[in-house]
């Protein structure tokens, strides 16, 4: 049972050009992520927000922004798109604690020209 | 950092045959929980099963590992493998403590046949 929601599920664009993806949450979760799994499968956390606040923040890219407007939401701008920033964006959504578990969205795959 | 090793990154068996996969893991927190994610085919990834505990077997829909943190081990394993495990399988380490931040292994394939 889907309960994070992420749009669009595919997104083809060229170098340079600005892409965004949204991500909504049902489960009352107050954490939500965005990871990055690349082509290789290899799973990078790069930003978390805990009820807005941003409290992760990997080392990723200025043209990468994260925008949290309540904790249920969390979406994500890529200002000027690189080729190698072609992967698959999940979203995922927790409760706040270690030792709570990830739920995740089925994923945006962007594709860059 | 912490880091995750899954040393295998494909698996293949034959149906009914035991599956073990290893996962070692480094990190300066003396009580991290450790996470196995399934991933099947043109799915997200999902939990499998999760432990905190030294020395104590978790299991779940027929898997089990047991954290053991003299060796920063936490091998998944079955008796007997089923064609639908056949799945991408990720090991995960989480402090122990604060805001959970995931550091994930770079994943086995298993690929079960009949």
């Known amino acids: 049972e889907t309960a994070v929601f992420q749009t669009p599920n595919y997104h083809v664009t060229q170098v340079g050009n600005e892409v965004s993806f949204n991500c909504k949450q049902t489960?009352?979760?107050?954490?939500m992520y965005w990871y990055k799994q690349d082509s290789k499968k290899l799973l990078k956390i790069m930003f978390s927000y805990n009820n807005k606040q941003l409290i992760v923040n990997e080392t990723v890219p200025r043209r990468f922004s994260p925008q949290s407007s309540d904790k249920a939401h969390l979406n994500l701008r890529i200002k000027s798109v690189e080729p190698e920033d072609s992967a698959v964006y999940l979203c995922?959504?927790?409760?706040?604690?270690?030792?709570?578990?990830?739920?995740f969205g089925a994923g945006t795959r962007l594709s860059v020209l | 950092g912490d880091s995750v090793t899954q040393t295998e990154g494909l698996v293949t068996l034959t149906e009914g045959l035991p599956v073990m996969l290893n996962c070692t893991y480094q990190t300066i927190y003396s009580n991290p929980f450790l996470f196995w994610y399934v991933q099947h085919l043109n799915e997200s990834p999902r939990l499998l099963l999760k432990s905190f505990t030294d020395n104590k077997r978790t299991e779940h829909q027929g898997f089990h590992a047991t954290l053991h943190k003299s060796s920063s081990s936490f091998h998944l394993q079955k008796s007997s493998a089923q064609l639908s495990d056949s799945a991408l399988y990720y090991c995960?380490?989480?402090?122990?403590?604060?805001?959970?931040?995931?550091?994930f292994g770079k994943g086995t394939v298993l690929l079960v046949s009949p």
């Open positions: 995960a380490l989480s402090k122990d403590s604060g805001y959970n931040k995931l550091t």
């Open positions: 995922a959504s927790s409760f706040t604690g270690s030792q709570n578990t990830l739920y």
């Open positions: 489960l009352g979760h107050d954490t």
